[in-house]
């Protein structure tokens, strides 16, 4: 897992895209994530991303900064391991 790759986290956020903000290699026990969302006007517009920019976003799509996490490179890599980070 590297800074810039997206996941989506099955059965609790599948809806959203989420992105690895920070890079694990510099700290494993904190990686910071943060989710995508449909962008309308009372989202944030610093980040908006368009349609077609990134694989997996098919609308207008910014950053909900307001829902940024950490969690540590292990709990990823056992979700990914477990099948519900894709």
Do not use: Q
Not at 6 to 29: I, K, M, Q, Y
Not at 60 to 69: E, F, G, L, M, Q
């Amino acid at each position: 897992m590297r800074a810039g790759d997206t996941f989506r986290l099955a059965g609790v956020a599948d809806r959203h895209l989420w992105v690895v903000l920070s890079d694990p290699e510099l700290d494993t026990n904190t990686v910071v994530i943060v989710s995508l969302t449909s962008y309308d006007v009372t989202k944030e517009d610093v980040c908006i991303i368009e349609a077609a920019e990134h694989s997996a976003v098919t609308h207008k799509t910014c950053v909900a900064y307001d829902k940024a996490r950490d969690a540590s490179l292990a709990s990823l890599m056992s979700l990914h391991e477990s099948g519900r980070l894709t």
